[in-house]
T-cell receptor
Framework: DVKVTQSSRYLVKRTGEKVFLECVQD?????MFWYRQDPGLGLRLIYFSYDVKMKEKGDIPEGYSVSREKKERFSLILESASTNQTSMYLCASSFASGRPTFTDTQYFGPGTRLTVL | GNSVTQMEGPVTLSEEAFLTINCTYTATGYPSLFWYVQYPGEGLQLLLKATKADDKGSNKGFEATYRKETTSFHLEKGSVQVSDSAVYFCALSDSWGKLQFGAGTQVVVTP
């Protein structure tokens, strides 16, 4: 089975702190994604990566950056956390040769619930 | 741009009842359509998918048919169980492989 793990289930940070959210997948997937989940809004794509050191902006990249130094690991970085970044963050991965394709199934981690005070 | 609209919840029903969750979409081209499910305290997992018009996806007693003429992908199950209580997300995938999700529908099944 595909396993996507996220470093923390719950995280509490202060406004202005730098926050790292880590995601690791064990299935040698090419593509990895970061979403945030908010009530009434569903999931919104922040960033994705289709190869090591490659990244592309999603629909709501402002205030976030990402890092992918190794194939299995994709990090989401909040350079200076703000209260409006309090949310559930979900990481996902999918297999595709090259860029994501429209038929890919994405596999999700359990999520990190981040609270910024 | 692409969008997905699904019925608001929560949907509350008794065990063995029939479940329908409506989902309609707006998209250019020919997207793939998905239903993902999120059980309490867990991440999302794929429930079923359909990649072209008239395809029917099915899994665990759930079914959905890709209807291009009505731009819909409604989820149905004939007899729900308490264990089906979860949040259900309809999603479409565009030609670049990016998923667009609906807002989610919470389903509560009571014994």
């Amino acid at each position: 089975d595909v396993k996507v793990t996220q470093s923390s289930r719950y995280l509490v940070k202060r406004t202005g702190e730098k926050v790292f959210l880590e995601c690791v997948q064990d299935m040698d997937h090419e593509n990895m994604f970061w979403y945030r989940q908010d009530p009434g809004l569903g999931l919104r794509l922040i960033y994705f990566s289709y190869d090591v050191k490659m990244k592309e902006k999603g629909d709501i990249p402002e205030g976030y950056s990402v890092s992918r130094e190794k194939k299995e690991r994709f990090s989401l970085i909040l350079e200076s956390a703000s209260t409006n970044q309090t949310s559930m963050y979900l990481c996902a991965s999918s297999f595709a040769s090259g860029r994501p394709t429209f038929t890919d199934t994405q596999y999700f981690g359990p999520g990190t619930r981040l609270t910024v005070l | 741009g692409n969008s997905v609209t699904q019925m608001e919840g929560p949907v509350t029903l008794s065990e063995e009842a029939f479940l329908t969750i409506n989902c309609t979409y707006t998209a250019t081209g020919y997207p793939s359509l998905f239903w993902y499910v999120q059980y309490p305290g867990e991440g999302l997992q794929l429930l079923l998918k359909a990649t072209k018009a008239d395809d029917k996806g099915s899994n665990k007693g759930f079914e959905a048919t890709y209807r291009k003429e009505t731009t819909s992908f409604h989820l149905e199950k004939g007899s729900v169980q308490v264990s089906d209580s979860a949040v259900y997300f309809c999603a479409l995938s565009d030609s670049w492989g990016k998923l667009q999700f609906g807002a989610g529908t919470q389903v509560v099944v009571t014994p």
